[in-house]
């Protein structure tokens, strides 16, 4: 059964950092790219950032370039996402999910999704 669980969620002042975790299993994590996504209350779900399956290649929304790292740990079945200079405008719920492309960025490429985990960026 495929399943992706994130973590490291929490309450962060601006400015400040932290680091999302999304533990897969089921599949085999270097087959598949593993996107992180965010929807904030009223708004839609946008895509972050993405790694490949093939070489790593990563992908950033413009918003995060610069501040947010994506990366992966095949052998602990790991996608992080490293967030800094957060501000209060990336406030959401974060989610990591998993597509069989090379690369991919629609929600609608992904196919598993996990069940997000809170980030919020308040003084």
């Known amino acids: 059964q495929v399943q992706l669980v994130e973590s490291g969620g929490g309450l962060v002042q601006p400015g400040g950092s932290l680091r999302l975790s999304c533990v897969v299993s089921?599949?085999?994590?270097?087959?598949?790219?593993i996107g992180w996504f965010r929807q904030a209350p009223g708004k839609e779900r946008e895509g972050v950032s993405c790694?490949?399956?093939?070489?790593?290649?990563?992908y950033y929304a413009d918003f995060v370039k610069g501040r947010f790292t994506i990366s992966r740990d095949n052998a602990k079945n790991t996608v992080y996402l490293q967030m800094n200079s957060l501000t209060p405008e990336d406030t959401a719920v974060y989610y990591c999910?998993?597509?069989?492309?090379?690369?991919?960025?629609?929600?609608?490429?992904?196919?598993?999704w996990g069940q997000g985990t809170q980030v919020t960026v308040s003084s």
């Open positions: 999910a998993a597509s069989v492309l090379l690369i991919a960025w629609r929600p609608d490429d992904f196919g598993s």
């Open positions: 790694i490949s399956s093939s070489d790593d290649s990563t």
């Open positions: 089921g599949f085999r994590l270097d087959y598949y790219a």
